[in-house]
């Protein structure tokens, strides 16, 4: 069974440019979840979705957003990229979102 | 507002012996907690996870124990091996919400 698959696994941007991620969860899993993880901040929920809608949503500015297709894959935008966006952003899917979630390598995001 | 506390950054064991990571937290809302181990530049893996209906729950080497009145949680590893070494991370998720707030993560080195 393939698990989390995330892509791109690294990216480089330039400031004030926009980024999409996308993540392709476990067969199955209809609970898309997305992290930001930095040194000293830990993972940070962003937010989750199920059934191509949003559940809930993490303390993240506007310039975060997500959507979910029908077949669960979902896709996580930054807008007018910042320095300080530069992190692992991962992905993570479960059944129901109720249980454990399970997640991909992630996606090295460099913005310079 | 860290709802999430793991208060020890690092740990160090030596091999065949007892690892055990602390993990305490705030919210009385939360009813189900998870591990995760980590390794540099993947996800997180998921280990072993507990219902606050439960007090513990064991699967092999690991173990989760539950203490609701302390707000407290704890993961025994035992015997410790080399390849425990890795960073891990408690998580837990509040009733009725899709969200799992993260701890900082303890760093685990096992000593051969």
């Known amino acids: 069974k393939a698990g989390v698959t995330q892509t791109p696994r690294y990216l480089i941007k330039t400031r004030g440019q926009q980024v999409t991620l996308s993540c392709s969860p476990i067969?199955?899993?209809?609970?898309v979840s997305w992290y930001q993880q930095t040194p000293g901040q830990g993972l940070q929920f962003l937010f989750e979705y199920f059934s191509e809608t949003q559940r809930n949503k993490g303390n993240f500015p506007g310039r975060f957003s997500g959507r979910q297709f029908s077949n669960s894959r979902s896709e996580m935008n930054v807008s007018t990229l910042e320095l300080g966006d530069s992190a692992l952003y991962l992905c993570?899917?479960?059944?129901?979102?109720?249980?454990?979630?399970?997640f991909g390598q992630g996606t090295r995001l460099t913005v310079v | 507002d860290q709802q999430v506390k793991q208060n020890s950054p690092s740990l160090s064991v030596q091999e065949g012996r007892i690892s055990i990571l602390n993990c305490d937290y705030t919210n009385s809302m939360f009813d189900y907690f998870l591990w995760y181990k980590k390794y540099p530049a993947e996800g997180p893996t998921f280990l072993i996870s507990i219902s606050s209906i439960k007090d513990k729950n064991e699967d092999g080497r690991f173990t989760v124990f539950l203490n609701k009145s302390a707000k407290h949680l704890s993961l025994h590893i035992v015997p410790s091996q080399p390849g425990d070494s890795a960073v891990y991370f408690c998580a837990a998720r509040a009733t009725g919400t899709y969200k799992y707030i993260f701890g900082t993560g303890t760093r685990l080195k096992v000593l051969a």
């Open positions: 993570a899917s479960s059944l129901t979102g109720a249980t454990e979630a399970f």
């Open positions: 067969s199955g899993h209809r609970s």
